[in-house]
């Protein structure tokens, strides 16, 4: 079996179609393991550490740089990060809304192909986690703070300054209908389709073909063994910045939303200096969680904080307007589904506005720096999913339950603030973050639900952070899944460091163009990602049909030399059985036909 697997993996790699367009080495053979690295090869050991030094030393050094020089020059900071932000926005806007439409179309050809049928690790290979467990963790680690963070706050933003794209006046009946679709469009498909491509391949190229877990493996079908040297090394350096700020920017926005409560609470005033020391005790939490590990840690938060958000949402859809929640739900996402291809290709190309810079391009630059994280926190509990399950699960189980959890607070919202039961609009034109408090003011038992929500927050936030840390731990490990318990506490640290420096540093703004700065660039990667991907599963096919073809016909072989060896043994079985019957029934016709046989041999011999 072994020498025929291994046959048919090297006439399925000889036989393979040319690389075409975007291959480096051309020569390079897919599943080549002359040349291969063990994982961590390359890391220093000792001290209590155990790193990759080409990653490790260059991202802790520019992250520091950051944050020493966004310190010292925090007001200076937030006029550049305006300029670069409406450039950004102005310039790359349209590249950015076509690359993330190209990754929801690679994830529908990768589910529904014929590659949808490969096993992440194998044919063997079981999930290490329950659905449940999983889903759970997907919703954690991939939405987390910024769904409890925007789901009031976008809905009335929306409201009072509606799309262009609708055509509709603010505070409208037409506006409350596109309020929501917009805020679906934002939390649904587009984000988890990005994570999921990024999931996958990772998954790929980590579990069937033994490469590390880090972004560098999945380039492995263009560059070859490259990815162990300095290209390897600059596209894992790209994807601890990437992450590190996408982490900051839902941390920022975290731990603003929980300062924000505790004011409408205890009166504890807003400011960085607060926000600084919530951020300080919340990432100790969280590096509590990272001391626990995986199972013990991050799996068992991410559970409770489901059950969590689910009480939470289920009482405001109780208490509050619960007929016009549910066909609110039911009419936008009709409507989300009939305007999903224009939203998706809409460039604001003939306006004089930039509504799409504040939200669109912010959160499709946010999502994408945010995939390293989630992309690899994913294909680290995926195993045993096959691609079209992986697909599926990880992109329309948390855009259902996201749009169900944001038609519940944002049509609580929209329904305050419509009917004049709360002013909701200009709240969230002061602060954001005080959006989720004043809702509960018109609800009943306000103050135990604002208690609810800020602790929903600080898990959100718990969970983020620390499932970051362990991504971040591995990018920098080479891959490695067990590291020293110091390395997962150090970037549990930093991620909150780098948060804070944001916060002081410009706030929101400062957020919004972190993520950007980081992933405008890092979206060039992800697509040169998914042509790589393209190759490995194709590649995959080919040798597992060339394998289970000659299993079958190894097989039937086995079957038809069975079949005749039985019906050879059969036969000779049955002539035996028929003589022995004859000579029991006609024993002297047997004689007398022995006699005469003996007389014509007699005469033949007589006649010669």
Known sequence: MRK???????????????????????????????????????????????????VTIPATIILLLFIILLSIFSQEANVVFDYILDAVTNYTGWFMILATAIFIGAGLFFAFSRYGKIVIGGNDAKPEFSRW????????AGMGIGLVFWSVAEPISHLGEPSPMFNVDPNSAGAVKTALTSSFFHWGIHPWAIYAIVGL???????????PLTIRSLFYPLIGNKIYGWWGNI????????????????????????????????????????????????????????????????????????????????????VGPTVFILSGFTQNLGYYAANFIEMSFWTETFTSTNWQGSWTLFYWAWWISWSPFVGMFI???????????????????????????????????????????????????????????????????????????????TVFFITSSDSGSLVIDHLTSGGKLDTPLAQRIFWAIIEGAVAAVLLIGGGLTALQTAS?????????????????????????FLIERAVREKLRKVRNDHIITEV?????????????????????????????????????????????
Do not use: C
């Not at 990772?202 to 073909?209: D, G, H, I, R, V």
């Open 201 to 211: 391949g990772l998954a790929f190229f980590s579990y069937n073909k033994g490469l």
């Open 235 to 318: 596209i894992d350096i790209l994807s601890v910045l990437a992450t590190m700020t996408g982490l900051a920017t839902s941390l920022g926005l975290g731990v603003s939303q929980v300062n924000a409560g505790l004011n409408y609470l205890f009166g504890i005033s807003i400011s960085p200096g607060i926000q600084i020391v919530l951020i300080i005790v919340i990432t100790a939490f969280a590096t509590t969680s990272v001391v626990l590990g995986l199972d013990k840690g991050v799996q068992k938060l991410s559970e409770i904080n489901m059950v969590l958000a689910a009480i939470f949402a289920l009482f405001i859809l109780l």
């Open 516 to 540: 950007i700065i980081t992933g405008l660039p890092f979206t060039f990667v992800l697509l040169a990602m998914v042509y790589s991907l393209y190759l490995g599963l194709r590649q995959e």
């Open 379 to 457: 294909a680290r509990i995926s195993k045993g999913r096959s691609v079209k399950e992986f697909i599926i699960g990880v992109v329309l189980v948390p855009t259902i339950i996201s749009a169900i959890f944001m038609s519940i607070l944002g049509g609580t919202a929209l329904y305050q603030q419509i009917n004049g039961i709360n002013d909701l609009a200009s709240v969230v034109n002061v602060d954001e973050s005080l959006a989720l408090f004043s809702l509960s003011d018109s609800l009943p038992l306000s103050s135990i639900l604002s208690v609810v929500g800020i602790i929903l927050v």
């Open 133 to 140: 467990g999983w889903f759970a963790m997907l919703l954690s």
């Open 564 to 608: 005749v060896q039985s019906n050879v043994e059969d036969k000779a079985l049955v002539e035996n059985v028929a003589e022995k019957l004859a000579e029991e029934e006609d024993p002297e016709e047997d004689t007398n036909e022995e006699t005469n046989e003996d007389d014509y041999n007699t005469e033949s011999q007589s006649s010669q």
């Open 4 to 54: 025929e697997e291994a046959r048919a993996r090297k006439e399925a790699i000889e036989n393979r179609p040319p690389f075409r367009g975007l291959q480096i080495n051309p020569t390079t053979s897919l599943f080549d393991e002359e040349g291969k690295e063990e994982i961590g090869e390359r890391n220093w050991k000792g001290w209590g550490v155990d790193i990759h030094p080409q």
